[in-house]
């Protein structure tokens, strides 16, 4: 079945450091991607989405591309702040219109 | 708000007791999804609703478990026979047809002791 690996935490960095998490996806098909976040004691919020391949989704500085080659969609930022301190799913749509998600990838920044 | 409502925030419960979750989706939402959240792990996927209809259930979703939605617009989760493996987040989402991003509720946390 469909399925999403991403890296595991925590990721620990300091302030304007710049960010990468990784995440691979296997399904049949193209589906849609996504980064969802959870900031503490919050629930989950979309970040970003790409609907096809080398769509690249855009939010609060944070970036990812839809990489149909290698299968990825990795999450990055140039610069991160303490308040992009969170949780970080990489998730897939399957054909069936539900998410299917990584295990999280906890992000620490320290001032 | 209009955003995705659940309740009760969390629930502690005994072993062996019912438990009963209610998610009130956005408004126009006709999909409407539940998902389990533990510890350290992604959210996984227990059942979904395209108004009243159940359309999926998951293999987690024992005989203990039932899920209903019967006007198509709030739907409850039942645990019967509560198991301290049971202890998670219950997260509900909903969505629009034709529309890709689910909208997620804050969650139910249930601790069974």
């Known amino acids: 079945g469909d399925s999403v690996t991403q890296m595991e935490g925590p990721v620990t960095l300091s302030e304007e450091a710049c960010l990468t998490i990784?995440?691979?996806?296997?399904?049949?098909?193209?589906?849609?991607l996504f980064w969802y976040v959870q900031y503490p004691g919050e629930g989950l919020q979309l970040l970003l989405k790409a609907t096809k391949a080398d769509d690249k989704g855009s939010n609060k500085g944070f970036e990812a591309t839809y990489r149909k080659e290698t299968t990825s969609f990795h999450l990055e930022k140039g610069s991160v702040q303490v308040s992009d301190s969170a949780v970080y799913f990489c998730?897939?749509?399957?054909?069936?219109?539900?998410?299917?998600f990584g295990s999280g990838t906890r992000l620490l920044v320290r001032p | 708000d209009t955003g995705v409502s659940q309740n009760p925030r969390h629930k502690i419960t005994k072993r062996g007791q019912n438990v009963t979750f209610r998610c009130d989706p956005i408004?126009?939402?006709?999909?409407l999804y539940w998902y389990r959240q533990t510890l350290g792990q992604g959210p996984e996927f227990l059942t979904y609703f395209q108004n009243e209809a159940q359309l999926e259930k998951s293999r987690l979703l024992s005989d203990r478990f039932s899920a209903e939605r019967p006007k198509g617009s709030f739907s409850t989760l039942e645990i019967q026979r509560t198991e301290q493996g049971d202890s998670a987040m219950y997260l509900c989402a909903s969505r629009l047809d034709g529309t890709g991003e689910l909208f997620f509720g804050e969650g139910s946390r249930l601790t069974v002791l």
């Open positions: 990784n995440c691979t996806y296997t399904a049949t098909g193209y589906p849609s």
């Open positions: 998730a897939l749509m399957d054909s069936s219109y539900k998410l299917i």
């Open positions: 408004s126009e939402h006709n999909r």
